[in-house]
């Protein structure tokens, strides 16, 4: 892997992607902040050597180096999932290339359904912690020593910096941001009744397919991570009602103004 990291990372330099602070993946339906970012240099996923392909017809695929907020940025507009069928390892192949081209912070974004009725569709979970129910690690394969510790502490994944800069954005701008659990599926299916009270029951505020093995990579890597959700649903498994994919996506562009606000104005605000 280490030989295949570098080939990326020497692709893309050599296309245009200098150093960049700071990486962020955004997740479906978040890909308008692209409007704010001044553009530099992009490259479809599959151009880049040992990417993986996003198979997902809302994840677009291209990877995009540029300044935003004064700050060097490399975007993933579009991500990989297990459900598409690739490894863990494959899924966050792209956070150990954007480590290497020097980010030292990541910033995360998704959408989720909530089974903590207080989250309401359209609204925004700042993620606290997290369930792996993914049946998995990125770490658990031969040879990870080589590239960070194999056995990293999670007693606190998420940075509580960057968390507390992100909860004090919100109340200054009047953005509704709640604070949870996220636990990750592995999908592509939603879930049944009884697995949303069985999630409930475990402690999950919202629950995703994405993000939690980007997490634990940046963890292993040193780097600073926060997530945001954005709540496209509600599951109520006394009350379920089906869900469409376009109301997911309608309700991810009602909330993704107030991601994007939080976002830049928390990259405005980070230390080099």
Known sequence: MIKQIEEAVSFLKGRGFGEPDVGIILGTGLGKILESVSVE??????????????TVEFHTGRLIFGTLSEKKVILMQGRFHVYEGYSLQDVTFPV??????????????NAAGAVNLNLKKGEIMLIDDHINLQGG?????KGVEKLGERFID???????????????????????LHKGVYAAVVGPQLETRAEYRYL????????GMSTIPEVIVANHL????SALSVI???????????VEISEILAMAAKAEPDMISIFTELIKELKN
């Open 232 to 242: 496209t649903d509600e599951c109520d498994p006394d009350d379920l009602q089906p």
């Open 154 to 176: 999670m007693s606190a994944p998420y940075d509580s910096e960057m968390n507390q800069l992100m909860e004090k954005i919100a109340s200054e701008k009047n953005i509704t």
């Open 137 to 141: 690690s990125p770490l658990a394969f």
């Open 41 to 54: 240099a992009e490259m479809s996923y599959n151009h880049i050597p040992y990417f993986p392909t996003a």
């Open 222 to 225: 040193g780097l600073s991570v």
């Open 200 to 207: 409930k029951i475990i402690g999950a505020d919202a629950i």
């Open 96 to 109: 150990r290339v954007m480590h290497q081209l020097g980010i030292k912070k990541l910033l995360v974004s």
